[in-house]
């Protein structure tokens, strides 16, 4: 970055010692990843100086033939990749989009069905902290004492309370979800069923998991995750929504699309569509099996029984600590997770029960099994030494062979 390097040696320095954090620890948060080189470099192009209100072909400003060739490319390759009738690439990230299908299609108070936060639902999915929660009524479902959704009450539910969409999807709940059993349910009360994949875009995209859009009647997602893009958001919807969907992210929500970040959304899909990434989707799968069981032979508690996707939820209280201190401590030897709820948690979000642990990060550094468990080892070693400066230092050395071994960017 010359020019940055030269005109602003502030930002410059600063961006320079993010890298070299990124770099040199270990990243299991399950809701970030590293993008590619050409992703960034679309993301940094030409196309963020252009203002494109409107779709490909019906633009409000002139001057938008090659945006218009540009968002064409990103959607047929979207829609290409997830086998979809229709895709939208213009929301700016996960929840615009998710608030773009409420307001598109509900009336203010319609009802929506959708998994409880403490069990893996998002946010958006009717926090009642969140905007949408207090325009529309939300019912919450939960899973099993074996950890599988609830479907049994996710009929009752259905039945009782007579939902416009029937919601799924999560941020940290570790399985695969039965896409059918929902479409089931929504169509034996007239509900829209919608998925929100944002945390495992990636695997769908790679046939690791199961893919909801063509079954559903509305799939949203982000675009950072697991599939390793630009961050942003993209809905698929069938074709007779299209309209619908369209309208209610321009000129509903947003105005002008950000076309950089469509750019590197472009590359992301194409990257996306490789031998190369399925490998990796798949690794992601077994690199999260390998910690799970790791960590559970350590002692760990691991909610909802196991792991199908890319995450691992564990409750560390176990071991005698809460999820803040286990963020702090292991972020202090270079491991970087985030605290999380546990289903009903008892204790609050600011310092919940449970930790959060994700691979898609450290699978496109390039860690297989191996450097899988030589990870969770380490985790396992510094929470149940708490203290031990010995332990600290060791895990601390442990972090930094592996980084040296597998820089983000070569």
């Known amino acids: 970055m010359p020019e940055l390097k030269e005109r602003d040696a502030e930002v410059f320095g600063i961006l320079k010692n993010e890298l070299k954090r990124q770099d040199t620890q270990i990243n299991l948060i399950a809701s970030e990843n590293y993008a590619s080189k050409a992703v960034l470099e679309a993301l940094g192009s030409v196309a963020t100086n252009k203002y494109s209100e409107g779709y490909p072909g019906n633009r409000y400003y002139g001057g938008n033939r090659f945006i218009d060739e540009l968002e064409s490319l990103a959607i047929e390759r979207a829609k290409k990749l997830f086998k979809a009738e229709h895709a939208n690439v213009q929301p700016l990230s996960g929840a615009p989009a998710n608030l773009a299908v409420y307001s598109a299609l509900l009336n ?7 998994m409880d936060l403490t069990h893996g639902g998002h946010l958006t999915h009717g926090h009642p902290v969140t905007l949408p929660a207090k325009i529309y009524k939300f019912v919450r479902y939960k899973t099993t004492t ?11 539910l259905a039945k009782e309370h007579k939902p416009k969409i ?11 979800l039965d896409y059918k059993r929902f479409k089931e349910i929504a169509d034996s009360v007239g509900a829209y069923t919608m998925a929100d994949v944002a945390h495992i875009a990636g695997m769908i995209a790679a ?35 299209q309209k619908q969907i369209d309208r209610a992210v321009f000129p509903g929500l947003q105005g002008g699309p950000h076309q ?8 992301a899909l194409k990257e996306a569509s ?14 999260a099996k390998i910690i799970c069981k790791t960590l559970k032979g350590n002692g760990f508690k691991i909610e909802f029984g196991t792991t199908e996707n890319h995450l691992v939820l564990t409750d560390v209280t176990c071991l005698g600590v809460g999820g803040k201190q286990a963020q702090d401590i292991l972020e202090s030897v270079g491991i970087i997770i985030n605290k999380n709820v546990i289903p009903d948690d008892r204790r609050g979000p600011q310092d919940p029960s449970g930790i959060r642990i994700g691979t898609p990060a450290i699978t496109t ?16 070693g510094v929470l149940k030494n708490v203290g031990d400066k010995n332990i600290l230092k060791e895990a601390g050395n442990t972090v930094k062979e592996l980084c040296s071994k597998f820089p983000i960017y070569k």
């Not at 203010?108 to 959708?114: M, R």
């Open 207 to 241: 046939g690791a998991m199961n893919n909801p859009v063509p079954i559903f009647d509305v799939v949203t997602t982000t675009t950072h995750k697991s599939l390793r893009g630009p961050r942003g958001g993209m809905i698929f919807c069938r074709e007779e929504l």
């Open 166 to 176: 029937i919601l799924c999807g999560y941020s940290s709940y570790s399985r695969d």
């Open 260 to 267: 950089n970040n469509i750019a590197a959304l472009a590359v």
């Open 274 to 287: 490789t031998e190369d990434f399925r490998e990796y989707a798949f690794q992601i799968l077994k690199n």
């Open 365 to 380: 550094r390039g860690f297989k099994e191996k450097e899988a468990e030589s990870v969770s080892e380490t985790i396992s």
């Open 146 to 156: 074996e950890g599988l959704i609830d479907f049994e009450e996710v009929e009752r």
């Open 108 to 114: 203010p108070g319609d009802v929506v069905l959708g």
